[in-house]
């Protein structure tokens, strides 16, 4: 069966650079989530998308944007990078009326 | 953000035992899940529970959503050294403005001894 793809799934950043990662949820799956994953820690929601409007909000800095687009994949933009936005970033996808969550294998990124 | 407390944070184990791990929160869900993650990869779904007292099985996983809808347990019958990995539980309400939200808990740490 089709899954969530991410890329790129490994990205090197410096400070202060800008990075856009991508989400391609699982085919017929009208909901998007991103998430933010620090070493040894549980993934934290950053945002989330349904029919392509932003439906929930988390803990995402002014500095990251998200939107999901006519075909349901989504863009993540992180402008002036920081060290500490070095981190797995996931997103999952989901469909009504069950809503489980599957997640992509992740970007990993690294900022320098 | 709100963690749910999951317990134990790590457990090493000999192949063939039995694990359990469980969830508690101080608030309702209405639907628990839990999911597998290995290092530098996205979370897997486990199962899914969606009715408070259900218990439901997936091969050797079983897990039970409690009946306040406050808690909910994984067993891992058997265990093999494939299971290892993090497990991760997470209560799931639905958004007014579609989708659901899922909060985590902090993670039990599998590790199994051949």
């Known amino acids: 069966a089709a899954g969530v793809i991410q890329s790129p799934r490994h990205l090197i950043k410096e400070k202060r650079e800008t990075a856009t990662l991508k989400c391609y949820p699982i085919?017929?799956?009208?909901?998007v989530y991103w998430y933010q994953q620090g070493p040894g820690q549980d993934p934290q929601f950053l945002i989330s998308?349904?029919?392509?409007?932003?439906?929930d909000k988390g803990s995402i800095p002014d500095r990251f944007s998200a939107q999901q687009f006519s075909d349901y994949h989504s863009e993540l933009n992180m402008s002036s990078l920081e060290l500490g936005d070095s981190a797995l970033y996931f997103c999952?996808?989901?469909?009504?009326?069950?809503?489980?969550?599957?997640f992509g294998p992740g970007t990993r990124l690294t900022v320098t | 953000g709100q963690q749910l407390n999951q317990s134990p944070q790590s457990m090493f184990i000999q192949e063939g035992e039995d694990v359990s791990m469980n969830c508690t929160s101080s608030?309702?869900?209405?639907?628990w899940l839990w999911y597998k993650q290995e290092p530098g990869e996205g979370p897997v779904l486990l199962i899914a529970?969606?009715?408070?007292?259900e218990l439901t099985s997936n091969g050797r996983l079983t897990a039970q959503f409690g009946i306040t809808r406050k808690d909910s347990f994984l067993n891992i019958s058997a265990s093999i050294p494939s299971d290892v990995g993090i497990y991760f539980c997470?209560?799931?309400?639905?958004?007014?403005?579609?989708?659901?939200?899922?909060?985590f808990g902090t993670g039990t740490q599998l590790k199994v001894e051949l």
């Open positions: 608030s309702i869900f209405n639907t």
């Open positions: 997470a209560g799931q309400l639905p958004l007014t403005g579609g989708g659901n939200k899922l909060t």
């Open positions: 529970l969606y009715k408070a007292g």
């Open positions: 999952a996808s989901s469909s009504d009326p069950s809503g489980e969550q599957y």
């Open positions: 085919p017929r799956h009208d909901t």
């Open positions: 998308f349904y029919e392509k409007m932003q439906s």
